[in-house]
Nanobody, 127 residues
């Protein structure tokens, strides 16, 4: 049974930093591309970033480029999202997701491609 669990959310002031973690079990982690997504109240889910199976390539949304960094440690079955220079508009529930991809150099930026999702972790940025 596949399980995906996020952690690391919390309350931070604008300009601060947080690091989110996501641990996946029940799958061969390095066969899966991983993605971060977020959803603010009253808004649609938004893709934040994704990373290829071995972490060679990443994709980041324009809204977070230069501030957020996505990485993974396949030995620990863990995905990370380092968030710096946080803004109030980054406030959302952040979700981690996994999808099996045969192409080790590709990660889907759209959440529709992903089949395994965590429960989410709340990030609140105060102004």
């Amino acid at each position: 049974q596949v399980q995906v669990v996020e952690s690391g959310g919390g309350l931070v002031q604008a300009g601060g930093s947080l690091r989110l973690s996501c641990t996946a079990s029940g799958l061969t982690f390095d066969d899966y591309a991983m993605g971060w997504f977020r959803q603010a109240p009253g808004k649609e889910r938004e893709g934040v970033s994704c990373i290829t199976r071995r972490g060679v390539n990443t994709y980041s949304a324009d809204s977070v480029k230069g501030r957020f960094t996505t990485s993974r440690d396949n030995a620990k079955n863990t995905l990370y999202l380092q968030m710096n220079s946080l803004k109030p508009e980054d406030t959302a529930t952040y979700y981690c997701a996994a999808v099996f991809v045969p192409d080790r150099y590709y990660c889907p930026p759209s959440g529709r491609a992903y089949n395994y999702w965590g429960q989410g972790t709340q990030v609140t940025v105060s102004s």
